[in-house]
């Protein structure tokens, strides 16, 4: 008997393309779009577009024809509100600055949406992440590096539970993203030339600061620009309005490139210095998951990425607590972000990772 796998189906090219190579090695898919969109009009929506927006909803249904699949719309609204767009703002209002890719990806792609398709009787769920997902001799799930450094989404992954992973499939985590459009193109998908969304799917403008505003009912008053030793520099627009390492977009004219070193949301003070500045060699991080092993009993030397676009350092990572790691790093990197995750990797392989608390020294 066939397996049964539902693909979240975003209505762009990757997820199209994981459901045609799956229903190719002989799957029984069927293909799911995710409504997550909040409460905004129809035209607002269908305008956002991304996999947020109604255009998602359509592309995908054009694929699912064109792939003779059946395709299902599930409403997960309730499920992206709390566990994505809340955390979001209530990060950003704590002075961090949060990943919500991240979060959705393990509460609401994974958690939600994978109880919901067990309910119709699939065996796995899939993605068009660029990942792949792998057992390990020690009977361990883990994530692996996609075949393409340059579109490997790894890092946004590393939260995903060992249950979760066992019933997860990543076809797209084999080849190039032009290897991608090519299958696209030869099939005819609709989707073969659209192109990826780059910002954060409920923010389409970018606007971090004034979504938070609008959503949130709260005012963030402006405050003091300050260097290291407390002298004041200016003033800021508030707190949301800024993270670390920012060098853009701070109104200060002081004749050489200044960044954003710390946010003190407590004294409503943003902390000015230069670029040798943002360069850290320590951090503590908490909110920990395991991955490649099931725990680690003191130290373990690991590659450790920061942010998505960091390629990657050598650090040691001890245990300081039950749910807390010190990440000591071989050399310094620059602008480490509390609210941002910290990623471990051996190798190509995901060990784990964590939420970022703050910076040591």
């Known amino acids: 008997m066939k ?8 209505g762009g090219v990757d997820s199209s393309v994981a459901a045609y190579l799956l229903k190719e090695q002989g799957y029984d898919v069927v293909g799911v779009t995710m409504q997550i969109w909040q409460d905004e009009d129809v035209c607002t929506v269908s305008e956002n577009g991304g996999c947020c927006g109604l255009s998602a909803v359509e592309d995908a249904k054009r694929v699912a024809d064109k792939l003779e699949i059946p395709h299902y ?13 809340d955390y979001f703002m209530e990060e950003y209002m704590r002075a961090r600055t ?6 959705c990806n393990r509460y609401v792609k994974w958690e939600a949406l994978l109880s919901r398709c067990m309910e119709i009787g699939c065996d796995y769920i899939a993605t068009g992440h660029y990942a792949k997902v792998v057992q390990l001799d020690n009977g361990r799930y883990a994530i692996k590096k996609s075949k393409t450094d340059k579109k490997d989404q790894t890092y946004a992954l590393y939260n995903l539970t060992q249950e979760q992973l066992a019933r997860t499939l990543m076809p797209v985590g084999d080849y190039e993203k032009d290897e991608i459009r090519k299958i696209a193109e030869r099939i005819g998908l609709v989707t073969a030339n659209k192109p990826d969304s780059q910002e954060i799917c409920f923010v389409p403008d970018n606007d971090y600061a004034g979504y938070i505003e609008r959503n949130s009912g709260k005012h963030f008053p402006t405050g003091n620009f300050v260097d290291i030793s407390g002298n004041i520099l200016g003033r800021h627009k508030g707190i949301i309005h800024y993270t670390i390492g920012q060098r853009k977009g701070l109104g200060l004219s002081m004749g050489k490139p200044v960044f954003v070193l710390a946010i003190r949301p407590e004294t409503n003070e943003v902390v000015i210095g230069n670029n040798e500045d943002t360069f850290h060699r320590e951090l503590v991080a908490s909110k920990l998951n395991f991955m490649s092993v099931e725990s680690i009993e003191k130290s373990i030397n690991v590659t450790a990425k920061i942010r998505y676009s960091h390629k990657g350092t050598p650090c040691t990572v001890m245990m300081t607590g039950e749910d807390e790691v010190v990440c000591s790093f071989n050399e310094p990197v620059r602008a480490i972000t509390p609210g941002q995750a910290v990623v471990f990797y051996d190798g190509d392989v995901v060990v784990g990772g964590a939420t970022i608390d703050k910076v040591v020294s």
């Open 98 to 103: 949060p990943n919500p890719c991240i979060a």
């Open 73 to 85: 719309v599930m409403n997960f609204k309730n499920q992206f509100k709390e566990n994505v767009i």
């Open 3 to 10: 397996k049964k796998v539902a693909v979240g189906m975003s």
